[in-house]
């Protein structure tokens, strides 16, 4: 059975901070790992690492993918209060559709 | 774009009753998937679409049925409510068989 475990399970930061979420997960026939921010609604895309592309960022926002380790982290630096959120991490292996299994989820609090 | 459409936001149902969660996208995705959240736990799948006519069971399917007869409509059907069956629910859709999910705003379903 495919796993995902997340850590911490929440976190709280002062306004500015750099925080790293982390990610393991056991998977057969692994495909790609892909992290979610999930405020008060539907989850939203971040990022999507696979085996040709273990390392991404966007503005703020960076995650490495550890394939021999099977762990990724996605790192936030000088937060801000809009990062308050829940971050979940999920694991896609091969296969006819884009099932993903999902970790329980990292909850953010930014303070100012 | 409206993107991923589900409804209705919110219900409550009496155990024994029946209901439907519609969930539409005008993305023109043929992956289409439901996902169940509880509190503390990760998303688990229920059942995915690859295409117009196709549906398969996932991660938790028993209690629910789904049926897949345009590209646009994915319906979840509760066939006899239980309070096991008290979560959110999301729909979401997807444009190939690995990558980004869209997610719809969720359906928070209470069964008492």
């Known amino acids: 059975e495919d796993k995902v475990v997340q850590s911490p399970l929440s976190l709280v930061v002062h306004e500015g901070d750099t925080v790293t979420l982390n990610c393991s997960y056991e998977?057969?026939?692994?495909?790609?790992l892909l992290w979610y921010k999930q405020e008060k609604k539907a989850p939203t895309f971040l990022f999507m690492l696979t085996s040709s592309g273990i390392e991404k960022k966007s503005g703020r926002l960076s995650s490495i993918l550890d394939k021999k380790e099977l762990f990724s982290i996605l790192n936030i630096t000088a937060t801000q209060t809009g990062d308050s959120a829940i971050y979940l991490c999920a694991v896609e292996a091969t296969g006819t559709a884009s099932k993903l299994t999902f970790g329980t989820g990292t909850r953010l609090q930014v303070t100012l | 774009n409206a993107g991923v459409t589900q409804t209705p936001k919110f219900r409550i149902l009496k155990i024994g009753q029946s209901m439907t969660l519609q969930c539409t996208q005008d993305m023109n995705h043929n992956y289409m998937y439901w996902y169940r959240q509880d509190p503390g736990m990760g998303l688990k799948l229920i059942y995915y679409?690859?295409?117009?006519?196709?549906?398969d069971k996932g991660e938790v399917p028993n209690g629910y049925n789904v049926s897949r007869s345009t590209t646009e409509d994915f319906p979840l059907r509760l066939e006899l409510a239980a309070p096991s069956q008290t979560s959110v629910y999301f729909c979401a859709s997807s444009r190939g068989q690995s990558g980004e999910l869209f997610f719809g705003e969720g359906s928070r379903l209470t069964v008492l």
């Open positions: 679409s690859v295409g117009a006519g196709i549906t």
């Open positions: 998977v057969t026939n692994f495909r790609s």
